[in-house]
Each structure stands twice: as structure tokens, then as C-alpha cells.
């Protein structure tokens, strides 16, 4: 799996011109399912997500997890094209990204495992869903984890 993970503070996504979900302050999560993908992924990534520390403390320094902060929100989205490979010609390939077979079963388990480590709902987008996403990105503060890389 593989996510880009943004600070905001506020974020939305819009399906057909009906918001789906959106947050105020907390995290942005575009998320990639590959073929390989499986539990452990899911339990390690979702957990990486809640405790990663890029919320500010007192002091202003980027030391608190979105766990920590009072009210911050998730906003998951499920974004293929993460897995997007230009190494040949100009046209990506996604040859990487799980079918929707896989990758649906897997992301609904991402949901229920992220909701549970977080402690709360998470507002999320629609799998394979023509989707309109915008955010106010705080910082500006994106990481990208990739489960397959942990070391």
C-alpha cells in the first residue's frame, strides 16, 4: 500500500456535485492497494497514519499526531494512480495498482482498521468514483509511506 498523507486544515471531496465527506483540521490520505497487499499492510500503514507526528505542540514544533490534536479529522481517498509507473513512454502504467477485486475488499478493510486505530469515524471518498478533491494543505506538510518500503 502506499499513501500520500497531507496536513490541512480543511479538506473535501465532491462526487457528482454532493460533498461525500470532508474535515476541518487533521489529515488528508490519498491512498494505493497493489496486488501484493494484505493484512499486515493494512495494520501497519493505519496505525503509521494516526501516530505520525506532524502536528505542531506548544512550542511549534511537529510533535503531536492527529490523535493528539483536539477535533483533527481523517479524509480518506482511494487513489490508484499512486502506483503510476513513467519509466516507459509518456503514458503511466498502472500495472501495479490492484483490480477492483482485490482492491475494493481491501481498501473497505483499510477503512474499518483506520477508523479503529484512530478512535473515531474517518470521512472517506467512493472507490472507483469520477471524485473531485480540495484541501487547504497546512504547512506545507505531505509525506508518502510506502508499506513495502518499512526499512
Same mark, same amino acid.
Do not use: C, H
Given at each position: 500500500?502506499?499513501?500520500?498523507?497531507?496536513? =490541512?486544515?480543511?479538506?473535501?471531496?465532491?462526487?457528482?456535485?454532493?460533498?461525500?465527506?470532508?474535515?476541518?483540521?487533521?489529515?488528508?490520505?490519498?491512498?494505493? =492497494?497493489?496486488?501484493?497487499?494484505?493484512?499486515?499492510?493494512?495494520?501497519?500503514?493505519?496505525?503509521?497514519?494516526?501516530?505520525?507526528? #506532524?502536528?505542531?505542540?506548544?512550542?511549534?514544533?511537529?510533535?503531536?499526531?492527529?490523535?493528539?490534536?483536539?477535533?483533527?479529522? #481523517?479524509?480518506?481517498?482511494? &487513489?490508484?494512480?499512486?502506483?503510476? !509507473?513513467?519509466?516507459?513512454?509518456?503514458?503511466?502504467?498502472?500495472?501495479?495498482?490492484?483490480?477492483?477485486?482485490?482492491?475494493?475488499?481491501?481498501?473497505? &478493510?483499510?477503512?474499518?482498521?483506520?477508523?479503529?486505530?484512530?478512535?473515531?469515524?474517518? &470521512?472517506?471518498?467512493?472507490?472507483?468514483?469520477?471524485? &473531485? =478533491? !480540495?484541501? =487547504?494543505?497546512?504547512?506545507?506538510?505531505?509525506?508518502?509511506?510506502?508499506?513495502?518500503?518499512?526499512?
Amino acid at each position: 500500500m502506499r499513501a500520500v498523507i497531507q496536513r =490541512v486544515s480543511e479538506a473535501k471531496v465532491t462526487i457528482d456535485g454532493t460533498v461525500k465527506g470532508a474535515i476541518e483540521a487533521g489529515l488528508l490520505v490519498l491512498l494505493a =492497494v497493489e496486488e501484493a497487499d494484505g493484512a499486515e499492510d493494512i495494520e501497519w500503514l493505519s496505525g503509521k497514519i494516526v501516530r505520525l507526528r #506532524i502536528f505542531d505542540d506548544e512550542n511549534g514544533v511537529m510533535n503531536r499526531s492527529v490523535q493528539e490534536t483536539n477535533g483533527g479529522g #481523517i479524509l480518506l481517498i482511494s &487513489q490508484f494512480t499512486l502506483f503510476a !509507473s513513467t519509466k516507459k513512454g509518456n503514458r503511466p502504467s498502472y500495472i501495479r495498482s490492484a483490480r477492483p477485486e482485490i482492491a475494493v475488499p481491501l481498501y473497505q &478493510q483499510f477503512i474499518a482498521r483506520l477508523s479503529q486505530e484512530f478512535g473515531k469515524a474517518i &470521512q472517506t471518498g467512493e472507490f472507483g468514483a469520477d471524485m &473531485q =478533491v !480540495s484541501l =487547504v494543505n497546512k504547512g506545507p506538510v505531505t509525506i508518502i509511506i510506502d508499506s513495502k518500503l518499512r526499512e
